[in-house]
């Protein structure tokens, strides 16, 4: 629970600094109702025969699409969300010149949503796909209409018919290196970051903070992690909650 001196310390830090950079994992859009995939619920087994991280890999898209898109359409591509008030507040701030870019970890698009202009997809978007064969692109709603899709629930490309991999970051594939770069230059001038909603456990991208080189990194998250020792101001809070009660 956050306190009065922990909020009061995180506004004046963003009322001191002038060059934010926000770093976001999933408990950003949990929020919002995309769920954790990675907290399995008690059903999860009954229904999959395989692990998350094993169904979101390379290999496992090309040998078992049918599979990855069963996976894919139930806990990945959730209809009607929308952003929440973490997502609201960080475009309000960098409106206001205050956050220089959002970092994240997620796939949604809800950033861009709320209004964020500057956000760095590590792990790409479900709003961006493409045709394995001829390369053609497809926005979400296309993907999610089962009518573009195979008798297998697999997206299919109007033109060559072949295979729709949606633009992310499945686990063996490399990050896109643009994106890596514009990140580390981001940390490297920031003033202050704010890491919310992550426990910093998926590497490589846990590992860009390093690249800051200041002394105010606040991590806002609901739980205790084992990443809270590098922060100077640990909050364990809903991230909806404390940044919607910040200043700008």
């Known amino acids: 629970m956050e306190t009065k001196e922990q909020a009061q310390k995180l506004q004046d ?10 770093f976001g994992g999933a408990g950003v859009s949990t929020e919002s109702g995309i769920p954790d995939f990675r907290s399995q619920d008690g059903l999860y087994n009954q229904e999959w025969d395989y692990p998350p991280e094993q169904i979101l890999s390379a290999g496992f898209f090309l040998a078992n699409p049918k599979e990855f898109y069963r996976f894919y359409r139930a806990k990945i591509l959730i209809p009607g969300i929308k952003p929440n008030s973490a997502h609201k507040k960080l475009a309000e701030m960098e409106a206001a010149g205050k956050l220089k870019a959002v970092i994240t970890q997620n796939i949604d698009g809800l950033h861009q949503a709320a209004g964020s202009k500057v956000v760095y997809e590590l792990h790409g978007s479900t709003l961006r796909n493409h045709c394995v064969k001829c390369g053609m692109s497809y926005d979400y709603d296309y993907v999610v209409d089962k009518k573009h899709a195979d008798r297998d629930g697999i997206a299919r490309c109007s033109g060559c018919k072949d295979i729709i991999k949606p633009n ?13 770069n514009k990140t580390l230059e981001a940390l490297r001038d920031a003033d202050m970051v704010i890491i919310g909603g992550t426990s910093l456990s998926v590497y490589p991208a846990a590992g860009f903070i390093n690249a800051y080189r200041g002394d105010r990194i606040v991590l806002i998250n609901r739980d205790p992690t084992e990443s809270d020792g590098i922060a100077s101001l640990v909050i364990h809070d809903s991230i909806g909650k404390v940044l919607s009660a910040v200043r700008v």
């Open 168 to 180: 992310v970051v499945l686990y063996g594939e490399g990050l896109d290196d643009d994106v890596v």
């Open 13 to 22: 830090w963003i009322d001191e600094s002038k060059n934010i950079v926000f």
